[in-house]
């Protein structure tokens, strides 16, 4: 194991942001520190000096130095600690595995995210739009039992989030987004992957996923009155 | 050094994710066939070679392809050792890669907005545009380029800014690229463009223009439409 030196990771129990750096760490058996942000409307004066582009959680600091944006930590804990790799070795399978990771970031989260703000029509209609996100996701599977094939990868770990989130949103919301019969290889997949041991062992209790976030809808709709 | 009809770029001539991918090329030497898209009558072979986003940049090298213009970058860099963009040290990468998703997510993304829209919505694009643009004003640090010495992944990710942005000020009526506010962004702009590698794959300004200013005119009326 690389003599990482001290690592800590600022988080927030809510955010699957953080919780895919714990799950590369725990993944590769890195040790560390890890500081709960009071979030959203307490931040750390730690976190606003380690963070102050975005002021969000997840930051990762190795040896006194931070690093922000998670895709970028994970892309830095893969060069850092060679074991257990994340990142395939080929460039363009690297590229592939990136491409999905960036996908699900940037359009499944921002168009489930629509269907949990919105009611009525617009909602439905925001629904449609979020299982073709989720569809074209289910397209970088290319029937494999995981992105990384028979076993996980980068990939894997950066869109597994998507897997509970889309569930989140479902239960809250009463909407169906990862449907068995449609999309029926992404529906496995998201569940395979949340019972990995490792995985599953740092999942916040589900409860108290579905209270934060109805939480957070609550406040979101009464700011719009 | 690569056969040329090895690596293929779809490219678009006004886009600045493009040039970011024939520069990169273009410092390390390899040879490469471009065929230009129509964007607005996109190629069957665009399609089948990039179904999930339909857009240029894409890449195809001996039969493997890779689009995002960003994961290009780093495709080119693993692939092909010369002249390194990244630098070697990770944390060193992580900070170049943070502070091009800021002047992607941040500058770019607003800038974008702020050029074809008015009003509130413009104001305030402009106003998240500059403030990241005040965070990556620190950033080169005393360098010649965000790369050190010599061009690197993050000037390359950034280098838009030195020719597109001013375009877009232009056209946006806007003034994100000041030099008052951003001394050393703008003199690092000046490097960069003079740069021979650079500087031979920069679309003609006259034209940018009136592509921009009429691409502005086709969004602002599909808006008010809805």
Not at chain 1, 21 to 29: D, H, N, P, R, T
Not at chain 1, 176 to 191: F, G, N, R, Y
Request: glycine share 6%; with cysteine; aromatic share 10%.
């Amino acid at each position: 194991m690389a003599d990482g030196g001290e690592v800590k990771l600022l988080g927030f129990w809510g955010s699957p942001y953080a919780l895919r750096v714990i799950w590369a760490l725990k993944l590769k058996q890195v040790p560390y520190d890890y500081l709960e942000e009071d979030l959203p409307n307490n931040k750390s004066s730690l976190l606003l000096q380690y963070n102050p582009v975005h002021k969000k959680v997840p930051v990762l600091v190795h040896h006194g130095k931070p690093i922000a944006e998670s895709l970028v930590i994970l892309e830095y804990i893969d060069e850092t600690w060679k074991q257990s790799p994340l990142l395939p070795q080929d460039p363009s399978e690297r590229a592939r595995a990136r491409f999905w990771a960036k996908f699900a970031d940037e359009k499944c989260m921002p168009a489930m995210k629509a269907v949990f703000c919105s009611e009525g029509e617009e909602q439905q209609k925001a629904v449609l739009e979020a299982r073709e996100t989720l569809k074209t996701l289910e397209s970088g599977l290319e029937g494999k039992l995981f992105f990384g094939g028979e076993t996980i990868n980068f990939a894997d770990v950066a869109t597994g989030y998507i897997g509970f989130w889309a569930r989140i949103v479902e239960e809250i919301t009463g909407t169906s987004l990862i449907d068995a019969e449609s999309m029926p290889s992404l529906d496995a997949w998201s569940k395979r992957f949340l019972e990995l041991p490792i995985i599953k062992e740092c999942m916040p209790p589900w409860d108290k996923l579905i209270e934060l976030n109805s939480g957070f809808l609550k406040m979101y709709l009464a700011s719009l009155k | 050094m690569a056969n040329p009809k090895e690596v293929e770029l779809l490219g678009l001539w006004v886009s600045p994710f493009v040039r970011r991918v024939e520069w990169a090329l273009k410092l390390k030497g390899i040879a490469y066939d471009y065929i230009e898209e129509d964007i607005l009558n996109k190629s069957p072979l665009l399609l089948r070679l990039n179904p999930v986003h339909q857009k240029v940049p894409v890449l195809v090298h001996g039969g493997r392809v890779v689009s995002e213009s960003l994961l290009i970058l780093e495709y080119i860099d693993e692939t092909w050792k010369q002249s390194p963009l990244l630098p070697r040290d990770p944390y060193d990468r992580a900070m170049a890669r943070f502070w091009a998703s800021v002047a992607e997510g941040k500058v770019l993304e607003n800038a974008w907005i702020a050029l074809n829209s008015e009003g509130e919505e413009k104001e305030r694009a402009v106003q998240l545009a500059t403030e990241a643009l005040g965070h990556i004003e620190g950033v080169i640090k005393g360098k010649a380029f965000f790369g050190g010495e010599g061009i690197g992944y993050l000037d390359l990710a950034i280098g838009w800014v030195s020719h597109w942005l001013p375009v877009w000020d232009e056209v946006g009526s806007m003034k994100i690229f000041d030099p008052a506010k951003f001394p050393t962004t703008v003199a690092w702009a000046g490097r960069f463009v003079e740069h021979p590698v650079i500087k031979e794959k920069l679309p003609p300004r006259d034209k940018m223009v009136v592509y921009f200013r009429d691409k502005r005119s086709r969004i602002m009326a599909s808006k008010s439409h809805v």
